[in-house]
Structure formats: structure tokens, C-alpha cells
């Protein structure tokens, strides 16, 4: 019997073969690469991506479909976790993991900054995201889209938009647009490297008020002069900043 897709888990299953076959197509796997997947659901990605590697890990929440996977791939090279993505210990895994799922768009943004903490474990990450979550992780300053979530996702990897896929490619539709995303994480090291937490601290008061000055937003972390003295124009607003001035003040902030 097919699994009825569950709300509350936000299932959205792929059912188009020809956009599975341009996701196996960028994802490019090769004949031991180490291959994580979250949310494997139905298994149809999983099932191409173990037919070339032989073995991979995957995180299932709902419980029959983790009952359903076992069956047909636990004898197949599948190590599956049924679990919370959201509270699963990445460090568990051998580095160099390469990562892939189509995220549930209810928790995809919080999903994506917890997987970032791990970033430097991960060789790439592969997603189907809603299309403006991707948007807004690969914004650039002065634009709407930008964000909290671009400065972040950015500041942990290359973000490379692929191609948009439509409703009708999966069961059910979705009501907004998905769109396939890869990221790289950055190599360790380098003037862009900072504190994580305190860019975090930064960034999450900088665009907690965007419409305010940043005088104002980061009146409680830095001075007026301390910004002037830094090359930060006190009355520009988060929004206008990019990644390197974010770096700038998170590596200035105890001083």
C-alpha cells in the first residue's frame, strides 16, 4: 500500500522521474562516497544512490516509513536512524559525509542552521528546499531576500542555486515552488573565519529590527565610534552590510 503522506512531518514525496533523474544527475555520486539522507521517505532517491555507493546512512522520523526502508534496504547497505534530523548528533558520522534530503519546508531553516554547526564534517550538501528559502540563503546585501539566514548560510558555505521544481512533481503538490540546492562548505581557515557564536550574536541583533540603524540594532554590542572606527556606517541598516562586515564586528566584539 503507498504511505499517505503525514502533515505534521510535512511529506511531500518525489514523483516525477524526470526530476529524480536531474537530482541523481547533480548529486553525482561515485563508488565509495559516504552518503548521509535525511528524510529518505519512500526511499526513491535512496534506492538510486545505494545502487552506486553500496552502502549510506539516512534519518527517518516517521515510523512506518522507517519500518518500510529497513525492509527493503536494511539487507542493501542502509544504516538507518529513526529519529529527529533536528537532534541528530552529525558529529557521529565519518567526515566527509556528503548529505542530501528533500527537507521538510516546515523546519527546513532551522534544519539548515544546525546542519551548518557541522558543516566542516560534510564534503557537500544537496537539498530540495522551497524556492525562497533558497533564494534568501543565497542573497545578496541590499536586497529583500537578505537575511539572517543568507549571512549565516553563507559565512558556512558556497551557496549554488540548481533548478526549480514544480508542484505537480510531487505526491501531493506543494503549495509554493521547491527548488534543488547545493552547498560546499568552506575550508577551515582564513580572514572570513570568526567566532561562529558571536557572528550569530551579531547578525541576530543586526536584523532583529532590520528597519532600525544599526546605531540602534547594535547599540548594545558596539558603540557609535566603535562602528566608524571599524568602517561601518552607523546609519546604514543590517540589510546593507555583507558577510566580511559581519566578520569585522563579530571579531571586534570583546574588544
Known sequence: MRHIPRKRFGQHFLADKTYLDRIVSAIDADPGDHFVEIGPGEGVLTSRIL????????????????ARLRSAYGDKGLTLFEGDALKFDFSSLPEGMRVVGNLPYNISTPLIFHLCGFANRFRDMHFMLQKEVVERMAARPSTSAYGRLSVMAQYWCDIEPLFVVPAGAFRPP?????????????????????????????????????????????????????????????GDRAENLGLADYVTLSKHLNQ
Not at 539516512?58 to 512506518?64: H, L, S
Request: avoid cysteine; charged fraction near 25%; charge should be positive.
Open 51 to 66: 545502487s552506486v555507493v553500496g552502502n549510506m546512512h539516512a534519518i527517518e522520523i516517521d515510523r512506518d516509513l522507517a
Open 174 to 234: 506543494p503549495k509554493v515552488q521547491s527548488m534543488m540546492v547545493r552547498l560546499r562548505p568552506h575550508p577551515p581557515g582564513g580572514d572570513q573565519e570568526t567566532d561562529p557564536l558571536l557572528l550569530k550574536q551579531v547578525v541576530t541583533a543586526a536584523f532583529s529590527h532590520r528597519r532600525k540603524t544599526l546605531r540602534n540594532s547594535l547599540s548594545g554590542l558596539l558603540s557609535e565610534s566603535r562602528l566608524v572606527e571599524l568602517g561601518i556606517k552607523p
